[in-house]
């Protein structure tokens, strides 16, 4: 699913493209990077989700993001949603390389997504984090969202599962 690009006070959010795959992939299969997430350890990795990876720049569902610094391009994270088929909710996620993090990347980013979708008519934006995950059930409680539940994950190539809350935050008009 592709968009205009998202603009915020530091960071442009602009469509993934095939470009993008190393830096996504140093993210999300990073042991430390990505211990929160369901993607596989790059030992884990299997041709599908590699097939996967190399289409993630045309799929219909979700949007694959990737954050932009404004000054000089550096690419700080991805973050993504994915809208209800109505469009009333947003389910999102986003992760800041460990370079970048604890600048306040992750809660701008959430926030220019949070943005978007109030824009396009969303009522509801929803985000699954880790339980283990300090920092980005930080940046939920700051954004105002609050947990409306409990679920678990099945890390990819592992039998390891992750405990997740599941947050949500009601949209109003501005």
Known sequence: MKIPAIRTKRLRLRNYEKTDKEFAMGIWNDSEMGKYLPDPSIENMDEIYLKALDELDTDETCCY???????????????????????????????????YQNRGYATEM?????????????????????????????????????????????????????????????????
């Open 65 to 99: 993001l990737i954050a932009e610094n404004l000054e000089n391009g550096e690419r700080i994270g991805t973050c993504s949603f994915v809208p209800s088929e109505d469009g009333e909710t947003y389910d999102l996620g986003c992760c800041v390389h460990a370079r």
């Open 110 to 174: 959430a926030q220019g997504m949070i943005d978007y979708a109030r824009e396009h008519g969303a009522k509801k934006i929803t985000a699954p984090v880790n339980k283990e995950n300090g920092a980005s059930n930080a940046v939920m409680k700051k954004l105002g969202f609050s947990v409306v539940g409990e679920t678990t994950c099945k890390k990819r190539g592992t039998d390891i599962v992750l405990q997740e809350y599941l947050y949500e935050l009601e949209l109003t008009t501005p």
